[in-house]
């Protein structure tokens, strides 16, 4: 029978700053890595005014953005899939997403050009950003928003190996020598014109998120272990931390990766800005694949099947998953990670992918360009 659970834990990481204390901080995330696969992150090291200054940062990107100047930032002018999305172009679950969307990542060059085999080379590059004049200190914000956040990152990467018996330097080999390039959004979500999916159940890809939820509207829900949505409403001052399906991969299933949603706002609008931690380009997860104490693999047996309004079956043993051609993500059992992320990608912009990596996009689209993409 699962383990089930009925509330989002929190988890205060100024434990870990002290040795009297820093083992009942691991002990509460091994509970949260092995049960709920969603946790509240407090005390975090993030500065506050930082936060305040991006979560300010989200509604003005929507509301005084000139359209002309939205448009020249489309992410389909970047074949690194970074800049403005527009409102409904996504589609989770064969509904339309309610939301529009900025994307952005670490600050690096142009790390390989057009015709670089493999071509998932490109997907590390710059991003888009809007005229400073017109949203003055955005983008030096967000550049040292993301800088921070995924320091943090990485600090619970080695908390999570210790949490789960690893060596502290488990996770090194997903660490690429110039660095990883993660990701982040800024994301809206107006009242829904046509449904109330601000964006539909799904898993996220890489290793951990941390979401800053930007605004008081509730709507994120996290799916539990017998299949009930459970509310997971803005905290400030935390992060909203979730497993992804890499990490769920390479632990063998150990650490859970957790379905989750979003309903749109009744009144006003919701924003939120996830953060992506990204995995180095040319690791194959399945061939990664992490050996775990016997006591790790023994949690993740008694924690029984688990519901899912995206996959029923997602956690049978790791071996079924990675063969399973269903489901989501069960590329990394054979594919490089920057190709997986490549294919996804593709598959949620699909312009994007028919203007920058056409030889791929017509294997997936063999019929041309859909009316939308598909989101995870």
């Given at each position: 029978m699962a383990t089930n659970f009925s509330s989002v834990p929190m988890l205060d990481y100024s434990l870990v700053s002290a040795a009297s204390t820093r083992a009942a901080f691991v002990c509460s995330l091994q509970s949260a890595l092995t049960t709920?696969?969603?946790?509240?992150l407090t005390s975090h090291p993030v500065p506050a005014e930082l936060v305040a200054s991006v979560a300010a940062y989200a509604p003005r990107f929507f509301a005084e953005l000139p359209e002309e100047e939205k448009q020249r930032i489309r992410m389909v002018e970047s074949p690194h899939f970074f800049g403005y999305t527009g409102f409904g172009t996504e589609?989770?679950?064969?509904?339309?997403?309610?939301?529009?969307?900025?994307?952005?990542?670490t600050e690096c060059e142009e790390r390989a050009g057009e015709g670089v085999v493999p071509a998932y080379k490109r997907l590390w590059g710059p991003s888009?950003?809007?005229?400073?004049?017109?949203?003055?200190?955005?983008?030096t914000t967000l550049a040292s928003y993301i800088a921070q956040v995924s320091q943090l990152g990485d600090e619970l990467m080695v908390l999570v190996a210790e949490a789960l018996g690893l060596p502290a330097d488990a996770f090194s080999k997903f660490t690429e020598e110039r660095g990883n390039v993660h990701r982040g959004k800024i994301i809206k979500y107006p009242v829904g014109a046509d449904s109330d999916q601000g964006v539909g159940p799904h898993f996220d890809g890489g290793f951990l998120t941390l979401?800053?939820?930007a605004s008081e509207h509730r709507g994120l829900q996290v799916q539990n272990l017998g299949g009930e949505w459970i509310d997971a409403p803005p905290v400030p001052g935390t992060f909203v931390v979730?497993?992804?399906k890499a990490l769920e991969a390479v632990t063998q299933g150990v650490a859970i990766a957790t379905s989750h949603r979003v309903l749109s706002p009744a009144s006003g609008a919701r924003y939120s800005i996830p953060f992506f931690q990204m995995i180095a380009q040319d690791v194959v997860i399945g061939k990664s694949v992490l050996a775990m104490p016997v006591e790790m693999l023994a949690l993740r047996d008694a924690r029984g099947k688990v519901a899912s309004d995206c996959e029923p079956s997602y956690h049978v043993l790791w071996r079924v998953l990675m063969k399973r051609a269903a489901v989501n993500y069960a590329e990394y059992g054979?594919?490089?990670?920057?190709?997986?992320?490549?294919?996804?990608r593709i598959k949620s912009h699909p312009d994007v992918g028919q203007r920058h990596y056409p030889q791929l996009f017509h294997q997936l689209f063999p019929d041309g360009l859909p009316a939308h993409g598909s989101a995870y």
């Open positions: 709920t696969g969603f946790f509240y589609w989770t679950k064969g509904r339309v997403d309610q939301r529009e969307q900025f994307d952005f990542g888009q950003w809007p005229e400073e004049g017109l949203l003055p200190g955005f983008r979401l800053l939820q979730n497993i992804g054979e594919l490089a990670a920057g190709q997986v992320m490549l294919i996804g």
